[in-house]
T-cell receptor
């Protein structure tokens, strides 16, 4: 398996634009996590899914953020409209059986909103 | 809610010395404690983990200890090398049926040759 795959690796966009980040988890994993990493706040859990169903989205900062998982092999994180303070590295991770096993991280998407 | 505190935030050691990073957690039902290493510009990767039924685990130069009573766990790196320089994150699972990990804020370790 190629591991967790995220795209794009880098995204630069203007304030107010819609941004969509994509993630393909490891085949067979039943949990998928979206994290945001900044210097100030570290690794923050935004939302996670179990068997494609959102379980906890309490970490999603605002209504501007939304996430979907239409099937077991694909998830998106959308920001609309984007703001400069959304600039961060966004990681997707997947695991088998959730919080009691290793989470495998993707390479991350570095988002810059200007 | 669950909280994981990690100290120190930065740590500088001389090559060959030992490094210790400590974490505390608040959820007494947590039972899985992984440690991740993140090199500059790369993804976090698991280096060692421990479960609540074990007090200590070792893998070559790294070891983790867990004190469930005090709710703290530590990462020990012996004979540090420059390639150990990275940010290290501890994490704790949420208890019950919840599926996520809560991460500490990270420790930036610098190993000077």
């Amino acid at each position: 398996d190629a591991g967790v795959i995220q795209s794009p690796r880098h995204e630069v966009t203007e304030m107010g634009q819609e941004v969509t980040l994509r993630c393909k988890p490891i085949s067979g994993h039943d949990y998928l996590f979206w994290y945001r990493q900044t210097m100030m706040r570290g690794l923050e859990l935004l939302i996670y899914f179990n068997n494609n169903v959102p379980i906890d989205d309490s970490g999603m900062p605002e209504d501007r953020f939304s996430a979907k998982m239409p099937n077991a092999s694909f998830s998106t994180l959308k920001i609309q409209p984007s703001e400069p303070r959304d600039s961060a590295v966004y990681f997707c991770a997947s695991s088998f059986q959730g919080g009691n096993t290793e989470a495998f991280f993707g390479q991350g998407t570095r988002l810059t909103v200007v | 809610g669950e909280n994981v505190e990690q100290h120190p935030s930065t740590l500088s050691v001389q090559e060959g010395d030992s490094a210790v990073i400590k974490c505390t957690y608040s959820d007494s039902a947590s039972n899985y404690f992984p440690w991740y290493k993140q090199e500059l510009g790369k993804r976090p990767q698991l280096i060692i983990d421990i479960r609540s039924n074990v007090g200590e685990k070792k893998d070559q130069r790294i070891a983790v200890t867990l004190n469930k009573t005090a709710k703290h766990f530590s990462l020990h790196i012996t004979e540090t090398q420059p390639e150990d320089s990275a940010v290290y994150f501890c994490a704790a699972s949420l208890g019950g049926s919840q599926g996520n990990l809560i991460f500490g804020k990270g420790t930036k370790l610098s190993v000077k040759p």
